[in-house]
């Protein structure tokens, strides 16, 4: 949600459909809610609903229990290269209104279209719209909400960064995919390992040491590399496939010393790590301790699927935000 012209449909194109930045200044305004299926990964199944700017919660056809009831995230966009005073007005409307209805959502504002602000203006913008949106909320006597702020761009990669910590927020399983990456990353001796969703390029888990975003990029062009050059070379004429399946592999290695390596974990996650290149000459010792992770990684999915399976109303679940 969020104002208009604040860049709601942009992310939405950019981050699941692979709209090039620079052709979002050709989209049109949102005139009623879209509803987006998005059902490209195993562990991202969800449906993202945009919300026309104009959008008028006092009309009596916005029905707000329906709305905000199946909810599990909610995410203002305000753009900070405008003035955002009304932008905080609707924030605070539209939190209010969510969390009468269902107080398990998760608020997410993105403070978005940064890339036109210098360093210093950006982390006045983020102060400032803290700031007053926590300042508004305790006014009113809502002290338990809790608002969390991004910077964001949809040219660079901080729109995803942004997304895959909002979607982690979503994944019940995730301190399960979390141990198993830490045990993985100390059996190995791996830097850093993230767990994509390869379409979105989400990373829907990592272990616990902090995220640089330069490593995230890396990974993220690495997954791009990976899918460009088997969509080129690596499809047959004669036979149906996929660019990516249980053979992508790949290992890149960096004239810094490290090396970028990707695996197949199933259909839709890929395992994408950094190391320095001393470690990799045990790579035995990898491949097996990644053999193991994805067994782990296909139980928790197994248990998963068992579960929705015995839960009929799991399957209605997909029809939320
Ligand atoms: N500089 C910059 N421009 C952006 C960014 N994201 C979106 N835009 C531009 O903002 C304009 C509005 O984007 P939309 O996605 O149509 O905005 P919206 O919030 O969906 O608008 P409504 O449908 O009217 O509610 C477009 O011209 C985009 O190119 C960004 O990160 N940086």
């Not at 001393?278 to 928790?300: K, M, P, T």
Request: proline share 2%.
């Amino acid at each position: 949600m969020g104002l208009r012209r604040s860049g709601k449909s942009s992310i939405s194109k950019v981050v699941f459909h692979k709209l090039s930045p620079n052709e979002t200044l050709f989209l049109e305004s949102t005139s009623k809610v879209v509803k987006d299926d998005i059902s490209n990964s195993s562990f991202v199944q969800f449906q993202i609903w945009d919300f026309p700017g104009q959008i008028d919660f006092f009309d009596p056809a916005f029905d707000s229990d329906h709305i905000f009831g199946g909810c599990g995230a909610l995410i203002f966009v305000i753009d900070a290269q405008d003035d955002y005073r009304d932008a905080l007005v609707r924030l605070h409307q539209t939190v209010t209104r969510a969390y009468q209805v269902n107080q398990s959502i998760k608020f997410e504002v993105f403070i978005h279209k940064v890339d036109g602000l210098t360093d210093d203006r950006k982390i006045e913008a983020q102060r400032d719209i803290h700031q007053h949106a926590t300042e508004d909320l305790s006014d009113a006597g809502l002290e338990g909400i809790h608002l969390s702020f991004y910077l964001t761009s949809i040219y660079d990669h901080s729109i995803f960064e942004a997304f895959s910590r909002v979607v982690q927020k979503l994944i019940p399983q995730l301190p399960t995919l979390e141990n198993l990456l830490n045990i993985l990353i100390s059996n190995s001796g791996i830097e850093k390992a993230f767990l994509f969703d390869v379409v979105s390029k989400i990373y829907i888990a990592t272990d616990s040491s902090p995220v640089d975003m330069q490593s995230y990029e890396l990974c993220c062009d690495m997954i791009d590399v990976v899918i460009d050059v088997s969509c080129i070379y690596g499809l047959r004429d004669d036979v149906d496939g996929t660019a990516y399946d249980q053979h992508s592999l790949s290992i890149i290695r960096l004239n810094n010393g490290t090396i970028l390596y990707l695996r197949e974990v199933n259909r839709f996650l890929a395992l994408v790590c950094l190391l320095r290149e001393d470690v990799f000459e045990r790579q035995g010792l990898i491949e097996y301790n990644f053999h193991c992770f994805r067994e782990a990684i296909q139980e928790v999915f197994d248990i998963r699927r068992k579960a929705m399976m015995a839960t009929p109303s799991s399957a209605s679940a997909r029809d939320s935000p």
